[in-house]
Each structure stands twice: as C-alpha cells, then as structure tokens.
C-alpha cells in the first residue's frame, strides 16, 4: 500500500470537511493516509510518494501558519504533491487564491517534492469581517458543489494527473500588497513551533 499524507489546516471546519472527502477517495484508491493537523504539529514524516496540502486562504495567500509549516517541512524522500486551497463565497462566485498556490507550491518544490496538482475549492465564507455569511439553503449548495469537487480532485490526485490552476497574472499581482498587509499584521493566525 503506498503511502500519503493529507497536511491540513482549517480555521473554522470546510478544509477539514475536503480534507476528509479526499482521505476517503485516497483509501479508496489503496493509499494509507495519514492525516496531519498543522495547528498541532509537525510530524516525522515517513517516506511517502505523496503528500497533499489543504488550508483555507486568508487576504489571498496562505495563513501564517501554514506557511511556516511548509518552509519547515522535512521530507525524508522524493515525491510528488498536491495543494489544494479552500476559498469562501456568499452564493455562486468563487473564491480567489490570489498568492496562496503559488507561495505554497515554492516552498514544497524547495523541500524536494513535484508538485502536480494545484486547484482551489470554494465553500462558504467565513470573512465575516467583510461578508455576511450565507444562508442556511444557499450554504448547504455551495457545500453540494464544493464536495464534488473535491471528490473529483481526488481522482486526478490518485491517477497522478498533472493539473496546475491556471494563472490570472494581473489579479494575483494586484493581491499582493493585500497579501501582504494582512500577513504581517495577522499574528492572529501563526502558530510559534518550538
Ligand atoms: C481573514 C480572512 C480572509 C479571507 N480571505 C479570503 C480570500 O482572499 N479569498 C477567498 O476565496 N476566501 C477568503 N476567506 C474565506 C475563507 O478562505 C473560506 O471561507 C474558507 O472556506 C474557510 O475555510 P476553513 O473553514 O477551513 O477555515 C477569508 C477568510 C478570512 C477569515
């Protein structure tokens, strides 16, 4: 059985939701999955060929946290990985990544892995300090939908398609100083390993 891990990290509960839908898929593929909760640690990694990242995105990039555990991570082989970020909607948009593939993806090639999944999945909003939430009809959709998506990632994941988000050069390079106001005044959401 080959072996993978799903590195996750969710603030209020959606990525956590994705992250479980990808396990199952995973399993059901013949993977033995580990499940690893980057708020709590950083685990000794055993060898495995793959490794897929899931975290919500804060101001259009990765949180804090999760960027310091993806600079710190130790992989003890060459393997190939998968991102995937969790945005939010209010209705049928969708989310905006803005820098958090592109960071994430550039610290897992650092460590030594082939990145060659990157997608982002939309469920609902939890900016709540610009965005009512939606709905409890409108949230149950966005969940429908989301859910799909992740189950069809998980395939692509699995088979060891090659599939990279494409790039909307102008939005992310308008995201940035966005990015970065939120990054260095969100201690809020970074996590200090000892
Ligand atoms: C401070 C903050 C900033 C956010 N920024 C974005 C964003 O830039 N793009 C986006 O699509 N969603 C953004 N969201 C929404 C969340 O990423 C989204 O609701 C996600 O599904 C939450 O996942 P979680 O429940 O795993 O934390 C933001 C949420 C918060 C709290």
Not at 138 to 144: G, R
């Amino acid at each position: 059985m080959e072996k993978a891990y799903i590195h996750y990290f969710s603030g209020t509960g959606n990525t956590r939701r994705a992250a479980n839908i990808i396990n199952e898929g995973l399993s059901h593929y013949g993977y033995n999955v580990t499940l690893v909760d980057m708020s709590i640690q950083i685990p000794n990694l055993e060898t495995a060929p793959l490794h897929v990242i899931m975290f919500p995105v804060y101001g259009f990039g990765a949180p804090s946290l999760v960027l310091k555990y993806v600079r710190r991570l130790k992989v003890v082989q060459e393997g190939r990985a998968a991102i995937i970020a969790v945005g939010g909607t209010t209705g049928e948009l969708s989310g905006f990544e803005g820098q958090a593939l592109n960071q994430v993806k550039s610290h897992l090639e650092r460590a030594g892995l082939t990145v060659g999944f990157t997608d982002l999945v939309t469920y609902p909003e939890n900016w709540t300090q610009f965005f009512n939430s939606p709905d409890v009809p409108t949230t149950k959709n966005i969940c429908q939908r989301a859910d799909q998506s992740v189950a069809d990632f998980t395939e692509k994941i699995a088979l060891g398609h090659i599939s990279l988000r494409h790039k909307n050069h102008l939005l992310r390079t308008l995201s940035v100083p966005i990015f970065w106001a939120y990054h260095t005044s969100a201690d809020v959401f970074s996590v200090n390993y000892t």
